[in-house]
């Protein structure tokens, strides 16, 4: 850390005093290699150079290009060394022979430098040159040679052309008052066809394109001895102001000298502007459009009925040029919005996007309208949400708590619902021993199963006798979504007995006499129990008037748990 003594010469002595236990960062500027500032000059030798240009590729590191000795230099950093753009030492730095000035620099998506710069075509005739790296050797917009290295020629002065990328790659170059684009094949004018357009009323404007690959210019010019701040956009078919009608309010400023502009686009295509001027004193000064109120529109609250997870969001809309609409959504599981709501979404810009709004029962929209033009709005017509909830949790019918005398018995629950009206289209029945888990190796599982059905019986399940089981199921819907599943139910028991216990004999014994009274007291042993497991549950009498089942029963019922 450098220090200052009082008559600010450097200083011996450091130090640093906190007055908290947070911890406190110190910052430098560094050179490319992050230590230091010995590297800082990445090119020096008796050449004036100037008007350097810098990028940043996805990396993060820097780029160069700049003027020096009537040349056009051209560098970036490898992440250990300044190299040219073949990545090995310097020895390809010069790419303009000997005929450059202002070099414009700009980075496609996979790096490449592209070159705009004004060169020397002959004596006393300038105009606009252009190259880019296509990943081997420098060659001009047809990706072959470098023949049609110059795409503007016949000016007798010097200019400061700019230079931008659209999202396919293609230059666009403003310079000399005209506007060059490459459409893949030729260099066309800003309506797309041939060159009959190629005048713009600014003679070396700042350039901007937009999201929708639209060119935007600011420019400063003499004006009746003063200089005037000026602005246009291309709006698809004519060069407009900033209200994007006509071109009344071109001039967004006027100063007494030469001004200097600097000019950029915010994330909503919206120009700023900062320019350098005189009147008394040196100042500068910034704009920016703030374009139209943008209005909004809130819909209803939609209710799911129950916790939904929601997919997409369409709408179909009217657009006229300069307007767009986007929406956005928040989600929440009380009626009314309240500090438990999730904030406004990301904007949705295309019909489809996918809701990005947090799983709920409520949803609310909010309808965006946008215009940069205040005769134009943009319409919507109508706008739909796709959401799935999942099916209800069902209960279990059958079996459950109850003694079943079948090794592949009927499972029963109820009915299949769902809240948002879909259909069932598979369930899943899980069965587990008392002492066991899920999924172990003595369970049973029949997987996903095409089903519409509340029941299902298993043909191999072979269940033992005197074990105690436990299941649950759960149902599939047919929306499609993650949440197609219904929770498990909740589980129960039932036991599995396939055997009975031996009858047993009763009082009075079979003697062949008749019974001398109306009131007769029947008595038996207590059962013998043939599966221990069960226990006994209760007795069955038969009183008949003949030993097999052609008798006349007096009586034939259970009998309960009553032991006499």
């Known amino acids: 850390m450098q220090t200052s003594d009082e008559d600010f010469n450097a200083g011996t002595l450091s130090s640093v005093a906190v007055g908290n236990n947070e911890m406190h960062l110190i910052g430098e500027w560094t050179d490319a290699d992050g230590v230091g500032q010995e590297s800082i000059i990445i090119s020096s030798g008796d050449a004036y150079f100037t008007s350097p240009s810098l990028c940043l590729d996805s990396s993060g590191n820097p780029h160069i290009a700049w003027m020096g000795d009537y040349k056009i230099y051209y560098l970036y950093w490898n992440g250990s060394s300044w190299v040219d753009a073949d990545g090995v030492g310097q020895e390809s730095i010069s790419i303009s022979n000997n005929n450059g000035y202002y070099p414009s620099l700009r980075l496609d998506n996979s790096g490449n430098p592209h070159l705009a710069w004004c060169g020397v075509i002959a004596s006393n005739n300038y105009g606009i040159s252009y190259l880019y790296w296509n990943g081997s050797s420098w060659v001009d917009a047809d990706g072959t040679g470098q023949e049609a290295t110059s795409i503007l020629e016949g000016h007798s002065f010097l200019c400061e052309p700019a230079l931008c990328l659209d999202s396919s790659g293609n230059p666009h170059i403003t310079g000399y008052a005209s506007y060059l684009k490459w459409n893949g094949s030729s260099w066309v004018d800003v309506d797309g066809t041939g060159q009959e357009s190629i005048n713009i009323p600014a003679i070396n404007p700042s350039l901007f394109l937009d999201g929708s690959g639209n060119p935007h210019i600011a420019w400063s010019k003499i004006s009746s001895g003063n200089c005037e701040i000026c602005y246009l956009k291309w709006d698809g078919s004519s060069w407009v102001d900033a209200d994007g009608t006509g071109q009344e309010s071109i001039k967004i400023s006027t100063a007494y000298e030469y001004n200097y502009v600097s000019f950029c686009l915010d994330g909503n295509n919206k120009p700023h502007i900062a320019e350098q001027g005189d009147i008394s004193r040196y100042y500068i000064r910034y704009f920016q459009w703030t374009g139209f109120s943008q209005g909004y529109f809130l819909s209803r609250i939609k209710n799911a009925g129950s916790i939904a997870d929601w997919g997409n969001i369409y709408w179909s809309s009217s657009l006229p040029a300069g307007t767009d609409i986007t929406l956005q959504s928040r989600t929440g599981n009380t009626l009314t919005p309240d500090d438990y709501w999730s904030s406004w979404s990301s904007s949705y810009t295309v019909s ?58 009927v499972f029963l629950w109820a009915e299949f619902y769902d809240v948002d009206g879909d259909t069932q289209t598979a369930l899943q029945v899980q069965l587990r021993y008392s002492t066991g888990t899920y999924g172990d190796g003595n369970a049973k599982d029949t997987g996903e199963m095409l089903s519409s059905t509340n029941t299902w019986t298993p043909t191999d399940w072979n269940l033992t006798s005197g074990s105690t089981y436990y299941w649950r199921v759960k149902v599939k819907d047919n929306s499609g979504f993650d949440n197609c599943w219904s929770e498990w139910s909740e589980e129960t028991k039932f036991m599995v007995d396939l055997s009975s216990p031996t009858g047993k004999s009763g009082i009075p014994a079979d003697i062949g006499a008749d019974a001398d009274s109306s009131s007769i007291k029947f008595t038996w042993a207590v059962g013998t129990v043939a599966d221990a497991e069960s226990g006994i549950g209760g007795y069955w009498l038969q009183v008949s008037t003949s030993p097999d089942e052609s008798g006349n029963y007096k009586y034939n019922g259970n009998m309960g748990d009553v032991l006499e």
Do not use: H
């Open 352 to 409: 489809g996007d996918t809701i990005t709004s947090l799983s709920a029962r409520y949803i609310q929209c909010k309808v965006n309208f946008i215009t940069t033009i205040s005769t134009q709005t943009p319409s919507l017509y109508d706008f739909s949400i796709t959401y799935n909830c999942s099916p209800s949790t069902f209960a279990i019918v059958s079996p459950q708590e109850e003694w079943i005398a079948a090794t592949n018995l």
